[in-house]
């Protein structure tokens, strides 16, 4: 209870540093599971906890062992008082030893018997030691580190290779990166270095975090002895972790979950599809979605309040139209399957965020005292506008005929964009290459029907609540439906349907779903016939 309330306590203060560290406090149950994993009853072994926060994991191993000797880093200062008053309590032995050290740029080369984990979540690029970290892990694990990488991929790998080799390591860490492409180097190396015994899933719809909405897994590492696959075990509840570690935790080989072996495994592939059935292998005419086009993000401006516009800003500071580009600012701004000129004009009347600035080249007064205004808030000095020459130019992002949602909890959100405006983030911009630009429509058609839904789920990343989001490499190593195989006379009874689907797009929902219906029995037979 005192860890409870300890960590209730320093939520109401710390808040805004919580988030800027990435800190994420681990349950009490999850961290009694981690630790029986990696010790026994009496053992004395040596302990790494890379990040330890409040102390969990510190009071899960000494109610096991509190023979355990153990060495705790964090750089918060404040958690670490904490954790330390929170363990005198605990214990007036002197085997515990905190560090006030970043542990990514600490004790390189000290090896531990048992190491356990729940690292920071964040972005490497926000990270301040990024540079300093680059040449550390270079000269250590020999990787060369992408900008997308997260902090908590990089904490894992040095712990694995502090890592005894009779040892072993419990990570509990989102499983997005089992997903992801930035994850790719991180799989390889799991791969080749076989240590990797189990991985715990919790099924998306339960979040064992609080203020999180990414999903996580629990990796259970075991260097003593060498695997020949991975087994993967979905869970549903906490409380199903207490009778798995009964098992798991036994010598022998117990097969709970889905066992994967080591040669069948590829990094570059996303890992869903080792511990989960795959929705387009029930349809045989797929193509690569890049047969058709591309999916990229929308325009990330670098400081959406100050480059965008509505009535009221426009007139206050004078922009002329020139200088502006129509553009969707909100996910929200676009309710309906369809958005058209009509729907743009009603955004601008309603003072809503409609414009996006577009200053290159110009010699108009007013913009050029709005640019120093930018300048004078220091608008210019953010992290994208810095990389940009001038630093007020936007990307090049031309309208895109379909839009995509990025978020979602009830599926894939596909926009006509028939008013040819841009858009920001808030949608991803799918294009169409010279051979099918004139499809826009029928290609729509499909993408609004439940089986180019389901068959894009097989590259979803999964968070807490249902929530799921795609990211546009997500999306264009997906599969669509083979458009070839579409004749004449099925393609105007598609656009004939779909005209009506845009008649009641607005206020009529069952009517749209009836037609939607009409459509997926259309492409499934085509989706289904033999060549």
Known sequence: MKTIVLQKEYKKEQMARKKELGQFFTPTPIARFMAQWILRPGESKKVLDPATGMGVFIKSILEISENARIDAFDIDKHILMICNDSIKKLTGRDNVTLYCKDYMTSGWGVKYDGVICNPPYMRFQNYDNKDIIIEVVKNNLKIHLSGLTNLYTLFLLKSLSELKEDGRMTYIIPSEFLNSNYGEYVKQYLINEKSLRYVILFDFNSNPFEDVITTSCILLFDKKHR??????????????LEDLSAKITKDHELKIGTKVPFLKMEATRKWRAYYQETNSHKYRNLIPLTQIGNISRGIATGSNDYFTFNK????????????????????????????????????????????????????????????????????????????????????????????????????????????GVRNLTTFHCFYLNMFYHGKANLIFAYLITNIAREVFQDNRREYGGGLQKFEPNDLNDSKVIDFNLIDEKKEEKILNILSFIKKSDIGRKQTTQKYIKELEKIFGEIALQND
């Open 227 to 240: 695997h020949c696959s991975i087994e993967f075990i979905t869970i549903h509840s906490i409380n199903e």
């Open 312 to 419: 009221e800003k426009i007139d206050l500071y004078k922009i002329p139209d020139k200088n502006l580009l129509p553009c969707i600012t909100k996910s929200t701004h676009a309710n309906g399957l369809f958005f058209n000129e009509k729907d743009f004009e009603k955004l601008v009347e309603k003072n809503k965020r409609a414009y996006l600035l577009d200053a290159v080249g110009t010699r108009n007064e007013n913009v050029k005292k709005y640019l120093q205004l930018g300048e004078e808030k220091g608008i210019h000095k953010k992290y994208l506008t810095s990389h940009r020459n001038p630093w007020y130019a936007q990307e090049n992002r031309p309208p895109a005929p379909i839009w995509v949602g990025v978020f979602n909890r009830k599926g894939l959100k596909f926009v006509r964009n028939e008013a």
